[in-house]
């Protein structure tokens, strides 16, 4: 195949815009505040901005040293569903590049496994685990793809958690070691 029939068969049809067929806080919570709404990359645009709003989290992480970004990462999964269910349906789309609220929960489990004060001593901490992440984002190795076969938002969400674990994993051996 030429890489016209590759982007035709497989490349997501691209409607400009679409997230403006939901209300206003669904598009400020599924997009993160925007970051979704790049014209390139969306998913790394939304990951790269929770990377960024992880480092003031550790810097305030409230005494747990380890839990923070689980909770973190738990709140945003459950608390997101309602939103990307309901941005999903009034734009009849099904997981839009827009939508990085899941990136997001993905970086935040990836960074759980990591002491908070770790990340603020050693902050190329967080350009390891964006770059894990998006590794297993992307490619959706060992099992990954499967998750996206839940319905609805739990498919947009749960793959990018699992996605996190594993690169979560990788940063605590990377951590461990060096």
Do not use: Q
């Amino acid at each position: 195949m030429n890489k016209e029939e590759l982007k035709e068969k497989y490349g997501k049809k691209r409607i400009p815009h679409e997230w403006r067929g939901t209300d206003k806080l669904s598009i400020l919570v599924t997009t993160f505040f925007g970051s979704g709404m790049s014209p390139k990359a969306p998913g790394t645009m939304g990951s790269l901005a929770a990377a960024i709003v992880a480092y003031p989290i550790a810097l305030l992480n409230f005494g747990y040293p380890y839990g923070l970004f689980l909770i973190a990462a738990l709140f945003v999964f459950f608390a997101a569903i309602p939103f990307v269910n309901k941005a999903m349906k009034d734009t009849g789309t099904e997981d839009p590049g827009w939508i990085v609220i899941d990136e997001v929960c993905g970086i935040f489990m990836a960074l759980a496994f990591i002491p908070a004060a770790s990340i603020i001593a050693h902050p190329w901490i967080l350009a390891v685990a964006f770059g894990l992440f998006r590794f297993f984002d992307i490619l959706k190795p060992l099992g990954i793809h499967r998750f996206e076969k839940f319905p609805g938002a739990w498919g947009v969400m749960a793959d990018d958690l699992l996605g996190g674990i594993y690169a979560g994993i990788l940063v605590a051996v990377i951590h461990y070691f060096i």
